[in-house]
């Protein structure tokens, strides 16, 4: 258990809809990042936040929106959805004292439809 | 920007066969490295890790060494197992941004 939490674990939806996947960092941990992973291709880095605030921005569609809540939790918001945004999206995160490296939820799988 | 070369694959291996998979980055500074794990329906766990140059990282079997003239993170095992089938990321993170970088990964199935 990496103690990073992502809810829902599954999400059918139809196209044009609006989804909100959720995450809860690590305790202690400040840093959220968001991945997108479709089927058979590598992480795609959507966004970063570092306690509140937006850190780094991948190749995340205007369509997409994020925010880290004060209690350090995380959306990432899709809309308008398309057949091709299906994929797994990860949550990690990082930024405890004496940790380097990320920690990975167990991901949300969407199947737009 | 930072960047992760590693070979896509697929690899596919017998039981105990030695097992090399190659990862070049490109960062400027003193990254830290990782190789991460998938294994089927699930998320990435940190198989193991290399914070300065010269660094071997261990874990269940697996090595890999931070070599900074080389700029190479090369994952190894001496004899590999059916249950270390799964997808390998190679990853840096750089110490100014401190955002994660990773490779394409690598597809490992093992043969019995």
């Known amino acids: 258990d990496s103690g990073v939490t992502q809810t829902p674990k599954h999400l059918i939806t139809a196209t044009g809809q609006r989804v909100t996947l959720r995450c809860s960092p690590r305790?202690?941990?400040?840093?959220v990042y968001w991945y997108q992973q479709s089927l058979d291709q590598g992480l795609q880095f959507l966004i970063q936040?570092?306690?509140?605030?937006?850190?780094a921005k991948g190749n995340i569609l205007e369509r997409f929106s994020a925010q880290q809540f004060p209690d350090l939790h995380s959306e990432l918001n899709l809309s308008s959805l398309e057949l091709g945004d299906s994929a797994l999206y990860f949550c990690?995160?990082?930024?405890?004292?004496?940790?380097?490296?990320?920690?990975f939820g167990q991901g949300t799988r969407l199947t737009v439809v | 920007g930072n960047s992760v070369t590693q070979m896509e694959g697929p690899v596919t291996l017998s039981e105990e066969a030695f097992l090399t998979i190659n990862c070049t980055y490109t960062?400027?500074?003193?990254?830290?490295l990782f190789w991460y794990v998938q294994y089927p329906g699930e998320g990435l766990q940190l198989l193991l890790k290399?914070?300065?140059?010269?660094d071997k990282g261990s874990n269940k079997g697996f090595e890999a060494t931070y070599r900074k003239e080389t700029t190479s993170f090369h994952l190894e095992k001496g004899s590999v197992q059916v249950s270390d089938s799964a997808v390998y990321f190679c990853?840096?993170?750089?110490?100014?941004?401190?955002?994660?970088?990773f490779g394409p990964g690598t597809r490992l199935s093992v043969l019995p």
């Open positions: 936040y570092y306690n509140g605030e937006e850190r």
């Open positions: 960062a400027t500074g003193y990254p830290s």
């Open positions: 305790s202690g941990d400040l840093s």
């Open positions: 290399a914070t300065k140059a010269d």
């Open positions: 990853a840096l993170r750089d110490n100014y941004g401190q955002n994660f970088v």
């Open positions: 990690a995160s990082s930024g405890r004292p004496g940790n380097t490296e990320a920690f």
